[in-house]
C-alpha cells in the first residue's frame, strides 16, 4: 500500500535559520503531493502542492520538489520565523482513485519549533 | 469567506453516552470526510462521503456512524462502542479529482471518561 514517512520531531531551530523537513513516499504511479501545516489548536492548512515529477510547490518562503527517482518531497526555507512553530504534514494522493474519492495518506507529522 | 465549520471545539462525555459532532461547509465540495488525530499517529481516516446519501467506511469505521443527508452537512457520531474515543476529530472537504487539496475544519477535541 501507500504510505508517507517524514522525519521524526521536534525540531528545534533558532529564528533565520534554514530549515529542511525529509519526507518520502511509497506508491504506484505518479501521486500528487501535499504539504499541510497544523497550527496549536487548529486544523491542517495546505501549505504546497505538486503534482508531477521534478514540480516545485512553493508557498510563504517554503518549497518542496517532487522527486521521483528518490520518492522525495523535502520541505525547505531559508530563514524561519518564530511564526513557524507549527506541526508539519506530508501527504500523497495516488493516481488512480474510484471517483472522486481521495484516498490521502498523511506522513505521522513533524513539529517544528522556532526560537527567537 | 468559504469554509468548514466545525462545532463544538471542546466536547465532554461520559462513557456509555453516544455524541454527535457537527460539521458544515459552504465551499460547495461533494466530497466530505472525518479523520482522528491522536498525538504521533498523524491522521486516521474514519469515514468518507463523495455525495449526497452515499457515504462509505474508512480505515477505522468502528464505533462511529454517519449521514449524509445535505451536500452542506456531514455529522459524525461516536457511538459507546468506540473503545478509545478521547481524540481530535477533523472534518475536511475537497473537489473531485486526486489534485485537490483538503479543506479542514478547526476540529472538535473529544474528551470521554
Known amino acids: 500500500g501507500n504510505s508517507v514517512t517524514q522525519m521524526e520531531g521536534p525540531v528545534t531551530l533558532s529564528e533565520e535559520a534554514f530549515l529542511t523537513i525529509n519526507c518520502t513516499y511509497t506508491?504506484?504511479?505518479?501521486?500528487?503531493l501535499f504539504w499541510y501545516v497544523q497550527y496549536p489548536g487548529e486544523g491542517l492548512q495546505l501549505l504546497l502542492k505538486a503534482t508531477k515529477a521534478d514540480d516545485k510547490g512553493s508557498n510563504k518562503g517554503f518549497e518542496a520538489t517532487y522527486r521521483k527517482e528518490t520518492t522525495s518531497f523535502h520541505l525547505e526555507k531559508g530563514s524561519v520565523q518564530v511564526s513557524d512553530s507549527a506541526v508539519y504534514f506530508c501527504a500523497l494522493s495516488p493516481q488512480l482513485n474510484s471517483g472522486g474519492y481521495q484516498k490521502v495518506t498523511f506522513g505521522t507529522g513533524t513539529k517544528l519549533q522556532v526560537i527567537p | 469567506d468559504g469554509g468548514i465549520t466545525q462545532s463544538p471545539k471542546y466536547l465532554f462525555r461520559k462513557e456509555g453516552q453516544n455524541v454527535t459532532l457537527s460539521c458544515e461547509q459552504n465551499?460547495?465540495?461533494?466530497?466530505m470526510y472525518w479523520y482522528r488525530q491522536d498525538p504521533g499517529q498523524g491522521l486516521r481516516l474514519i469515514y468518507y462521503?463523495?455525495?449526497?446519501?452515499?457515504?462509505q467506511k474508512g480505515d477505522i469505521a468502528e464505533g462511529y456512524s454517519v449521514s449524509r443527508e445535505k451536500k452542506e452537512s456531514f455529522p459524525l457520531t461516536v457511538t459507546s462502542a468506540q473503545k478509545n474515543p478521547t481524540a481530535f476529530y477533523l472534518c475536511?472537504?475537497?473537489?473531485?479529482?486526486?489534485?485537490?487539496?483538503?479543506?479542514f475544519g478547526n476540529g472538535t477535541r473529544l474528551t470521554v471518561t
Open positions: 462521503s463523495q455525495i449526497v446519501n452515499d457515504f
Open positions: 506508491a504506484t504511479g505518479y501521486p500528487s
Open positions: 475536511a472537504s475537497s473537489q473531485t479529482g486526486y489534485n485537490s487539496p483538503l479543506h
Open positions: 465551499l460547495n465540495h461533494d466530497a
